[in-house]
T-cell receptor
């Protein structure tokens, strides 16, 4: 069974630009979550999508947005990039129904802002 | 809100030594508890989980027991190997809430 696939693996952008990251979940998984990992703040939850609807949201500004498609693939968009947005962005998927289902992570997209 | 506190390390051990990484949590209700491991340049891999009090999660020689009375979920391994060198994260979710709350991570280095 293929794991969670994130593309691209690396991105370099400049301040003020926008960026779109992509995540393909494990086949059959309908929940996709996004996390930001930085050395200072650690792992922080961005949002979770289930059946094309945002179901949970973390404490990030509106510049961070996402969506999910009917095939459960998800994209995350960051507009007006800031230096502080440099991070590893991780996507995780799970079945999405039933309690206590573990999340399975991709290898992440490393975003660097110049 | 929910929170996880784990020893930040770094932890440096010799091969075959005993490992303990402490993890305590604060949560409303009855959370599920997880340990994830991150190898350099990779994402997080689920190491083990426990979903209710007194459950013991185990995998690859690692163990952790869900202790509700002490709100703890300490990770242990009897004999570490060089290949166990990685960052270990303790995490929780609150039932059907799919948001994972993570500790800061503990860097483990095992020397031959």
């Amino acid at each position: 069974k293929a794991g969670v696939t994130q593309t691209p693996r690396y991105l370099i952008k400049t301040r003020g630009q926008q960026v779109t990251l992509s995540c393909s979940p494990i086949s059959g998984h309908r929940s996709v979550s996004w996390y930001q990992q930085t050395p200072g703040q650690g792992l922080q939850f961005l949002f979770e999508y289930f059946s094309e609807t945002q179901r949970n949201k973390g404490n990030f500004p509106g510049r961070f947005s996402g969506r999910q498609f009917s095939n459960s693939r998800s994209e995350m968009n960051v507009s007006t990039l800031e230096l502080g947005d440099s991070a590893l962005y991780l996507c995780a998927s799970s079945p999405g129904t039933g309690d206590n289902q573990p999340q399975h992570f991709g290898d992440g997209t490393r975003l660097s802002i110049l | 809100g929910d929170s996880v506190t784990q020893m930040e390390g770094p932890v440096t051990l010799s091969e075959e030594a005993f490992l303990t990484i402490n993890c305590t949590y604060t949560a409303t209700g009855y959370p599920s508890l997880f340990w994830y491991v991150q190898y350099p340049g990779e994402g997080l891999q689920l190491l083990l989980k426990a979903t209710k009090a007194d459950d013991k999660g185990s995998n690859k020689g690692f163990e952790a027991t869900y202790r509700k009375e002490t709100t703890s979920f300490h990770l242990e391994k009897g004999s570490v190997q060089v290949s166990d060198s990685a960052v270990y994260f303790c995490a929780l979710t609150g039932g059907s809430n799919y948001k994972l709350t993570f500790g800061k991570g503990t860097l483990l280095t095992v020397n031959p």
